[in-house]
RNA sequence: GCCCGAGUGGCGGAAUGGCAGACGCACGGGACUUAAAAUCCUGGGGCCGCCGCGGCCGUGCGGGUUCGAGUCCCGCCUCGGGCACCA
């Protein structure tokens, strides 16, 4: 037969020009239908697609194209997250120019999408790298500016000797860099913040909002990250020159076991003790030594867990306020300056850490929460005891339970003065500078007369210049532009310096879904009518390794412009699906490992459908998906399979359509095609003469669009889907192969209704092949235009169900009932088995459960 | 160490507490063909037996709840992920 195969290679080309001439996928606001935002995380344009990105393009295209049909009104954009290091290291390494890099990655990019045919509005194309992006990038920070939520100050930041710019917290993963796996450093640097830790508590509490909407494991990992710890701060104070020391604890009931304090070896307090005199000079030589030395080690060496507590006595005394103690202050490298108040309180009899150092230095260990058998003893102790007690040596408080103790010894230090209950959060404020020169430039001037200048809005964008050096060498290219550098005060029009630090690229990808709802806009970032129409984002799909990096940052600025009337919600994705990882022999693809799998190349051999099936068929869509080849083979016979289905089936489809009245109103109805309505029309008519056949494959294809509905409505369980499909198709196949002659009439309508529901169903998976057997069965309009399909209960429900008689929980028959049957003539007809009554003779029946359409179970004894 | 998640045929996977293994891959058999490919049909968890019938065992392991457990509860094992001196 000529027309054995989906000829893909012709077709899904000739679809896509077609699609991209009618502009099907245009969206617009419209306040009269409901809307349905559907958003991947977009790409870096770092050279081609891969598998990885297909896997999450094809999701959330299947989910627009399945919303579109259902009646929404469905943005579904894309763009590229195109500033950032790959395109700096190119030009580093290659001399390229990171513009044009980009520019030529993003073609290519561009170019492999459309072949997938997913169905974007590519007028809403954002690219961040482009001035009419980052112009509102660098509007967004003065508003942050102005709030006071974007700050400069100098601290010990994360530093990345190979990527040579610092880091913020968020993308240091284990002591290394999140890009480049260096291990990380620190130094003290003047740099941009954001003030996130402001947003601490409402980020930690509106992820119960999410709740049910967002994977449990993102949300426990930012609730992690922010750590929020409820204790108490109490000064200690320093008792030769009377200075306050506060310290953080979350256990104020042990204070009075508080033997000696430590703090970081960046504490201030160290640096005035040093300079005091009141300690001798050799002293002050060895602080300064270990200083040095916890200086120059990286965050892993410092922190790993087998690296060994290691700390130094500085010679003076602090008293605990609580009963007056004299305890040694001692300086510890596993004190973090950047937690809580960089000094604590150590307790060893109940506090590991504290523990082992007295260990190690032969400092006092003093039990302060006996434990309920009463026999803790300092001295016999192998291990601070951490459960709950009763507390003793602790005045006033003795014979408190500790768990009491814990708000009662807070509420002392408050009512003394010398404390108070208080929250640390692990937290930190964003740093969003980087000496880097492929980014947004921060829209600040210092001037030596004025100081610190935002650039007023009216001079945005502030340009990156398209002469930067990147040669690599001697810090950020903008710092070595003097065009760029030497500029005027805004204020006093005096000399005044640029910024010369880019924005972090999370920053560019922490709003773009707001862009995506009003990209063309340029006079507003968006506009307040299309921002609150579309947001949120109903559905947001990507990996989970943004789970605390963009996902946190995104919640935040949203937040943030929430506060400033510039959004009217609180938080930009009402639900996230984290896909899977692509896999190749059960590792990730990768050059090295020479296992990856080109998009391209399998797009080339199987065509696009065929590989939008396959991965959307293959697995769970959070879980992650080994790579097949056989795989894909499959998916491929089976596009054909479905193409030759429907194609054999025309003189059916036109034999149905001679049987009914066209209508001339309905151009479909005129060019050949039956619209739903008439085949169900058609259908309701023929009703009396159809066959059992007939029914049962009725049956099948409304059961099927229910399942499949089901499916893909909220489940997002599309491989049972496509099995669903598959099923249908086989029951097709197998109903035509039973037909005769005499029947060809009410066949005819069933064949045409089931082709066409099914081409329906298949559109959303393999939307070239649907588009294809939509028009060759004469409808002249797109399939992706037309409604989901609709199904009737009634003709969905069966007619009789094959149920089980179990005895004692084991199926001993099966017998066919009707559907309707109930729970007493269903257990009637299992008791009338002779199976069951050969099986029960004799035995006492104790109990008999039937499960409507189900089941019945027989319970006998003896 | 702590917190998640997952363990089901040769493989990917399916199963609101109710027939375990849907669907697909790979494999076997058949049809078509001079032949092959493609296609269509068909078989199949394991073990046992009086194999066109029937029995027993079977969802990582051990217990429990239930008429009934892959599914719920308790205790383990293995693998994957996250956090990890956070006071």
Known sequence: MAEERFDFREAEPRWQRRWEEADIYRVERDPSRPKYYALAMFPYPSGKLHMGHVRNYTIVDVIARYRRMKGYNVLHPIGFDSFGMPAENAAIQHGANPAVWTRENIAEMTEQLKQLGYSYDWSRAVYTYREDYYKWTQWLFLQFYKKGLAYKKTAPVNWCPSCQTVLANEQVEGGRCWRCDSEVTKKDLSQWFFRITQYADELLDDLKLLEGGWPDQVRVMQDHWIGRSEGAKVDFTLEATGDKIPIFTTRPDTIYGVTFMVVAPEHPIVEKICTSGLIPEDRVAAIRAFQEKMKHLTEIARTAEDTEKEGLYTGLDVINPFNGDKVQ?????????????????????????????????????????????????????????????????????????????????????????????????RLRDWLISR???????????????????????????????????????????????????????????????????????????????????????????????????????????????????????????????????????????????????????????????????????????????????????????????????????????????????????????????????????DPASVAGALSEAEIAEGLAKAAPSLTADDRAL?????????????????????????????????????????????????????????????????????????????????????????????????VARAETVEIVVQINGRVRDRMEVPAGISAAEMEAVARASEKVQALIAGKQVVKVIPVPGKLVNIVVKG
């Open 329 to 425: 202050l001692w300086i510890a490298n596993y004190v973090l300056m950047d937690y809580g108040t960089g000094a604590v309180m150590a307790v060893p009899a109940h506090d590991q850490r504290d523990f082992e150092f007295a260990k190690k230095y032969g400092l006092p260990i003093k039990v302060v929460i006996q434990n309920p058998e009463g026999t803790l003893k300092a001295e016999e102790m192998t291990e601070a005891y951490v459960d709950p007690g009763v507390m003793v040596n602790s005045g006033p408080f003795d014979g408190t339970p500790n768990l009491e103790g814990i708000a009662k010894v807070a509420a002392y230090a408050e009512e003394q003065g010398f404390g108070e209950k208080t929250v640390t959060y």
């Open 698 to 794: 009725r049956r099948t294809v409304h059961a099927t669009v229910k399942r499949i509905t089901a499916d893909l409505h909220e489940r997002f369980a599309f491989n049972t889907a496509i099995s669903g499909l598959m099923e249908l198709t086989n029951a097709i196949y197998a109903y035509r192969d039973k037909q005769k002659s005499e029947d060809a009439n009410t066949s005819a309508l069933v064949m045409a209704e089931a082709v066409q529901k099914a081409v329906l169903m298949i559109a959303p998976f393999c939307p070239h092949l649907a588009e294809e057997l939509w028009s060759r069965l004469g409808h002249p309009r797109s399939v992706h235009l037309e409604s989901w399909p609709v199904y009737d209960e009634e």
């Open 435 to 665: 000496q880097r020169g492929w980014g947004a430039p921060i829209p600040i001037v210092y001037c030596e007369k004025c100081d610190t200048v935002p650039v007023p809005e009216s001079e945005l964008p502030v340009r990156l210049p398209d002469d930067l050096d990147f040669s690599g060498q001697g810090g950020s290219p903008l710092a070595r532009h003097e065009g760029f550098v030497n500029t005027v005060c805004p204020q006093c029009a005096g000399p005044a310096r640029r910024e010369t630090d880019t924005m972090d690229t999370f920053v560019c990808s922490s709003w773009y879904y707001l862009r995506y709802t009003d990209a063309n806009n340029a006079e507003k970032a968006w506009n307040q009518e299309d921002v609150d129409y579309w947001m949120p984002v109903d559905q947001y799909v990507g990996g989970v390794e943004h789970a605390v990096l963009h996902l946190l940052y995104s919640r935040f600025f949203t937040k943030v412009l929430r506060d400033m009337g510039l959004v009217k919600v609180d938080e930009p994705f009402a639900r996230l699906l984290t896909q899977g990882m692509v896999l190749k022999d059960g590792a990730k693809m990768s050059k090295s490992k020479g296992n990856t799998v080109s998009p391209e190349e399998m797009i080339a051999r199987y065509g696009a459908d065929a590989c939008r099936l396959f991965i959307m068929f293959a697995a769970p869509p959070e879980r992650d998906l080994d790579w097949s080849d056989a795989g894909i083979e499959g998916a491929y016979r089976f596009v054909n399979r479905f193409y030759r289905m429907v194609v054999q089936a025309l003189p059916a489809y036109r034999h149905a359509r001679s049987l009914l009245p066209v209508n001339p109103a």
